[in-house]
């Protein structure tokens, strides 16, 4: 029996991120307002398997048009590769649904510009899945960059930093290629380009980037199709054991012989086409001017984030992963000019991205949630921080500086928490 007054929800797309996140941590959480009434992916295993690990007795598809014309949900989320998520997106908003999509929302300007004239034509509306925006950490940030306390952001100094785990699993998998996931720039700076616009309150306007391809792909001392059954195994520092790891082996093992997609492809492949070391220099319309770097095989996992005002300094050293201990906590430092430093710090919570993710989802579906500090991100949103990215990238090509305004006209700005307008349902 479903309860009629829950939201209709379907997913598309079942893998990890799909079947943890937006899946099983969703009915988890928000079960009360929310009915998992589908599931959709091309893979038929992996489908079956994923009703299975969520707990649901949803219905399974295969094709999302004969979902959406059938099972007709409130609201889908797309958890799909990145270069699919523009169909998907505007195939929900046509069928009356609202969407919540997984970042980055599309890999193209062209493909931003067609999910908000869908958005536009329909009524309807598109969340981006900007989860760092929730965490206790980035809600401290932006109170105090409200609160004036530094002044005027003049510039800004954010270093991120993925270790030889988190960064060598982007190249495992489809996002090491190019017409897949637009780079790194677009899949995973779309993060961090987010953090930058919502902090700042601003769009950026024009981008001078770098980024090559250093340690990954041909750089490897030698290959194979995937690390399972690789004779390179027992002297690889890369070697991935998928049968380790349970969750992993049910999503993709058994299931690739449904589609070969493999979990465990060799990080050295010569195919591999995106940078794995970028660095970009960001001018925003505020005046403010970001220096921002992105590596992705260190011994260490997190960030560096600064912002310097007209009357002080805030610096942050975020701590995820590494081989110290440090505390559940992260200490944020306050420097106003010819004064004493002060020490705020910020404790995590728990769940995904410090607590994060739990937040996402009930400022998504918990009924009467406020929004005081814009966290909510719109499609625009989504688009403006896919447009850094594929500015960086077309930069880093043709080695200068390229403006926003010169890949897509994007809607004026809205104000800070302001929602487009919708249709009723």
């Not at 399972?228 to 890369?238: F, G, N, V």
């Not at 043709?398 to 809205?414: E, H, M, Q």
Request: charge should be negative.
């Amino acid at each position: 029996m479903r309860d009629e007054g829950k939201r209709r929800v379907a997913l598309v797309g079942t893998g990890h991120r799909g079947t943890g996140m937006w899946g099983k941590e969703l009915i988890a959480e928000c079960g009360a307002w929310a009915d998992l009434v589908a599931l959709c992916d091309r893979n038929p295993l992996r489908l079956e398997r994923a009703r299975q690990a969520v707990g649901v007795e949803a219905a399974l598809y295969t094709d999302l048009a004969a979902m959406l014309r059938e099972v007709k949900p409130e609201t889908v989320i797309v958890c799909t590769p990145d270069v699919q998520h523009d169909d998907d997106i505007v195939l929900a908003l046509g069928a009356g649904a609202d969407v919540i999509t997984e970042k980055p929302m599309a890999t193209t300007a062209a493909k931003c510009g067609r999910i908000l004239d869908a958005e536009k034509r329909t009524g309807r509306r598109v969340d981006v899945a900007f989860n760092y925006r929730y965490s206790p950490t980035a809600q401290r940030l932006k109170e105090l960059l409200i609160s004036g306390v530094i002044g005027e952001v003049t510039s800004v100094d954010f270093h991120w930093y993925l270790d030889t785990k988190h960064g060598a699993d982007y190249f495992r998998r489809w996002h090491a290629n190019l017409a897949n996931s637009g780079s790194l720039f677009v899949h995973k700076a779309t993060h961090h380009f987010d953090l930058l616009n919502w902090y700042l309150e601003s769009d950026p306007t024009e981008v001078f980037a770098r980024g090559s391809l250093r340690h990954y792909g041909r750089n490897g001392p030698f290959r194979g199709p995937r690390c399972r059954a690789c004779p390179h195994a027992p002297r690889c520092d890369y070697y991935m054991d998928i049968s380790a790891d349970p969750w992993l082996d049910m999503l993709y093992e058994d299931p690739s012989a449904e589609d070969g997609y493999v979990r465990d492809a060799c990080v050295f492949r010569e195919e591999i086409d995106i940078p794995d070391t970028m660095s970009a220099n960001i001018l925003y319309e505020s005046g403010a001017q970001v220096s921002y770097s992105l590596n992705t095989y260190m011994p260490i996992e997190g960030h560096h984030l600064a912002f310097n005002g007209t009357k002080g300094r805030i610096e942050i050293r975020q701590y995820e992963r590494q081989r110290w201990t440090v505390p559940p906590a992260d200490e944020i430092l306050l420097m106003r000019n010819f004064t004493d430093i002060e020490r705020i710090w910020v404790q995590h919570r728990e769940g995904g991205h410090h607590g994060g993710d739990r937040v996402l989802h009930a400022m998504l579906f918990r009924p009467g949630m406020e929004d005081p500090l814009g966290q909510r991100a719109s499609a625009r949103a989504g688009a403006v921080s896919v447009l850094t990215g594929v500015a960086a990238v077309e930069s880093m090509r043709a080695d200068r500086s390229v403006r926003l305004d010169s890949l897509l006209a994007l809607p004026s700005r809205p104000a800070q928490g302001e929602a487009p307008a919708r249709k009723a349902s």
